[in-house]
């Protein structure tokens, strides 16, 4: 019990650093928190993209090849689902 009483007697100096911050955040829009993630993780994310393009074997294609993979993904993406 002494725990819980020595918490209570700190509280009474109002919220703290972290409550305020976490109602910073949830005032923020969606595409906000997210570059806050990406920006508070910004070290783990380059080290995995690094560790996939080492793991990644290269394929190079042609121009060619390119726009007709373009042009599939164009006209496919176009469908809607009818029901």
């Given amino acids: 019990m002494g725990a819980v009483n020595s918490y209570q007697k700190r509280d009474n100096h109002g919220p703290s650093t972290f409550a305020m911050l976490i109602d910073d955040i949830n005032k923020m829009s969606e595409s906000e928190q997210k570059l806050l993630w ?8 380059s080290a995995l993209a690094k560790e996939i393009d080492t793991s990644v074997s290269p394929y190079n294609l ?15 993406g176009r ?3 009818k029901s």
């Fill in 38 to 45: 990406l920006q508070i993780n910004k070290e783990k994310i």
């Fill in 62 to 76: 042609s121009t060619g090849e390119i726009d007709t993979l373009i042009n599939e993904a164009r006209k496919n």
């Fill in 79 to 81: 469908h809607t689902k």
